[in-house]
């Protein structure tokens, strides 16, 4: 028998159990695939020596967060490598909207769409200068973050700054962008890292997200692992290991044990129990937990009628190229930046935004790309380049915007024919482009789940960012915490809040909420 059993040894089930092995516990994870890392792994997916991050690549709010940067992986082998420039949006008139670490830069890039527009950046940056810790701080706490929120009102300097601020989160991010900048690419900068989530730019919320993302990039830029994504995930069980934790993968977990309304453990696909004396923690997507691992028969019926209601984010095509050389971008821009966004205009975005909404396979797609060869010398042969594109597609696909006739289907042909079609977006950018592709190796929602099953028909981000399911109403209205309808079990994963990203919180705060339950039980209260 362990103290607590984690299942699934995704980056926040790991920091979970880091958390929960810090406190004195005695950890085990069970990892249902060969290795772990969930969405943070890394791998030769093409050929011999290109080294591709699989799911996430890109890690800002990494970089941002408390929570890893106070378990100290640089100890256990983690190291951050960063491109020249952090992001860059190319458009069709051979202009290029760059972020970059460097604020004069930025501004330089943005003033050639518009003069003034610079200082409109320097000015919404200056925003994230005075409270943006706070802000991170209150994002990634449980929910109510009462005390980053105490400080983060205290910058807001008062009842008129605090109000002014509410208006400035629910802003879409495309009206953000008209109250901001006269030109199109302060505008793309923050609407393309809107669409990292499934938000179109018209929603309420929208602008956060773009601001939130843009002001890291600006602050940290986008970091990555050394080496790949995987070395993430090896300096976390590194680190768990040293400290006495167990990671056993190949063990599928089928059933979390309830007696008496409480978890008390969990049996494997071969029929192996694990007790747990003092708590289950599950870094699992909500609807498999409960109505899968628990059962609604443990379950009040509100909250099994709630599970049926969860909404997923968007499918998710993702396209990875080995390269014999860098991408021949028409424009300087690009070359420099880790993480490129082909949108040609907000109206683009809008469009295809409205594609996904209508169950349409977009025509266009938006791409979000990464040069990781730029940011890591160390994932390819010396001038070459790994890199990787993904778009968004629709979950339950209805038909399709473009000319191919492609339903949804995912089998080869369609798979083959619609990463022809973001291969074109880049080569209308980069021409010469298809000519350095020595292979190419083609994730879509249905090779995604086989990869990592919580992965749902592709949706990267363990559920949608709209507003209805976020704060109290992630994954269910009324819970926002890591606590669960059955005593002892606890959600780690990134359908919790504050959601999806690689930042650790949703692990770490069910971690803290497991010790805090563990106190309260052996004081004799009933948590």
């Known amino acids: 028998m362990t103290d607590a059993v984690v299942v699934g040894a995704g980056h926040n089930g790991l920091v979970a159990a880091n958390v929960l092995a810090d ?24 050929l011999p020596g290109w080294t591709h991050d699989l799911f996430s690549a890109f890690y800002p709010l990494a ?51 518009a003069a003034g527009d610079g200082d409109a950046w320097r000015h919404l940056y200056g925003l994230w200068q005075r409270i943006g810790d706070q802000l991170v701080a209150a994002l990634l706490a449980p929910f109510p973050p009462v005390v980053p929120a105490v400080s983060l009102a205290a910058r807001l300097g008062g009842p008129a700054g605090i109000v002014r601020f509410a208006r400035h989160l629910t802003l879409p991010v495309r009206r953000l962008a008209d109250e901001t900048f006269a030109g199109e690419g302060g505008g793309l900068l923050l609407a393309g890292n809107t669409l990292h989530t499934d938000l179109p730019p018209e929603a309420a919320g929208s602008g956060l997200f773009g601001w939130l993302l843009a002001s890291l990039g600006q602050q940290v830029g986008f970091p990555v692992p050394e080496g790949g994504a995987g070395r993430l995930t090896a300096a976390l069980v590194r680190r ?17 044990e309830v007696r008496g309304r ?42 099994v009628d709630d599970m049926g209601r969860f909404q997923f984010d968007h499918g998710t095509v993702k396209v990875d190229w080995a390269l014999d050389g860098p991408i021949p971008w028409s424009v300087e821009g690009p070359a420099r ?16 935004s409205a594609e996904l909404a209508t169950g349409q396979i977009p025509a266009d797609p938006f791409l979000l790309l990464g040069q990781m060869t730029t940011a890591d010398p160390s994932r390819s042969p010396a001038g070459t380049e790994t890199a990787w594109g993904y778009t968004h597609v629709p979950q339950y696909a209805k038909g399709d915007a473009g000319d191919d006739g492609l339903k949804g289907t995912w089998d080869d042909d369609e798979t083959e024919r619609f990463a022809d ?32 099953e919580s992965l749902v028909r592709g949706a990267v981000n363990a559920g949608t960012a709209q507003l209805h399911q976020q704060l109290v109403f992630r994954p269910a209205p009324g819970l926002a915490r890591p606590e669960t309808p059955v005593r002892g079990l606890y959600l780690a994963s990134a359908s919790a809040h504050p959601g999806g990203g690689v930042h ?15 106190r309260f039980r052996r004081l004799g209260l009933r948590r």
């Open 63 to 113: 970089a941002a967060s408390s929570v890893l940067h106070d378990l100290d992986l640089g100890v256990h082998g983690l190291r951050w490598r960063r491109a020249p420039a952090v992001l860059a949006n190319p458009t069709p008139d051979g202009r290029c909207a760059v972020l970059s670490t460097d604020i004069d830069e930025t501004a330089r890039s943005l003033d050639a769409y």
């Open 504 to 518: 650790g919180a949703p692990g770490a705060n069910a971690a803290r909420a497991a010790l805090m339950g563990d």
């Open 23 to 46: 406190a004195g516990w005695d950890v085990t994870v069970l990892e249902a695939q060969p290795e772990p890392g969930g969405a943070v792994r890394s791998g030769e997916l093409t």
């Open 337 to 352: 930046a880790g993480t490129v966004h082909l949108a040609d205009s907000m109206d683009h975005l809008t469009m295809y």
């Open 240 to 256: 768990l290991e040293a400290r006495g934790g167990r990671v056993e993968c190949d063990a599928r977990v089928t059933r979390v």
């Open 421 to 452: 079609r973001m291969e074109a977006r880049v080569e209308r950018y980069a021409p010469g482009f298809r000519d350095r592709i020595l292979a190419r190796h083609v994730f879509t929602p249905r090779t995604l789940p086989e990869a990592n």
């Open 262 to 303: 409480r978890a008390v453990g969990v049996v494997t696909a071969d029929g192996t129990p694990f007790a747990a004396r003092r708590a289950v923690l599950a870094d699992v997507i909500a609807p498999k937990l409960f109505l899968d691992l628990v059962g609604a028969a443990h379950l009040p019926p509100g909250f």
